[in-house]
Nanobody, 124 residues
Framework: QVHLVESGGGLVQPGGSLRLSCTSS????????IGWFRQAPGKEREGISC????????YYLDHAKGRFTTSRDNAKNTVYLQMNSLETEDTATYYC?????????????????WGQGTQVTVSS
């Protein structure tokens, strides 16, 4: 089965960048679409992006367009989330999750396999 692990979070100043990684220590990810989500304290989880398994096409929720980019390297069994021009409002725990296809993507998605999350803190 799939066991997801996120990494790459940390402390960054406003305007800075981070690249998050999502990998599996179990079954490979190449047959799954992978979504990125985040949850800030006191707020509900929100979706960020999804990258398809078959053709690698990426999709973004409106708030993530222009600053976030998701990609995948199946040879490394890894999916990435590149985050640029970070703002304090981006502070949250970031999660990756498997989806059957990106058509399932949405803030209410709670199926599939999930990682434990990686903390991103944007502060000066």
């Amino acid at each position: 089965q799939v066991h997801l692990v996120e990494s790459g979070g940390g402390l960054v100043q406003p305007g800075g960048s981070l690249r998050l990684s999502c990998t599996s220590s179990g079954s490979p990810l190449d047959s799954y679409a992978i979504g990125w989500f985040r949850q800030a304290p006191g707020k509900e989880r929100e979706g960020i992006s999804c990258i398809s398994a078959s053709d690698g096409v990426a999709y973004y929720l409106d708030h993530a367009k222009g600053r976030f980019t998701t990609s995948r390297d199946n040879a490394k069994n890894t999916v990435y989330l590149q985050m640029n021009s970070l703002e304090t409002e981006d502070t949250a725990t970031y999660y990756c999750a498997t989806l059957r296809t990106c058509v399932q993507m949405g803030p209410g998605y709670a199926n599939g396999y999930w990682g434990q999350g990686t903390q991103v803190t944007v502060s000066s």
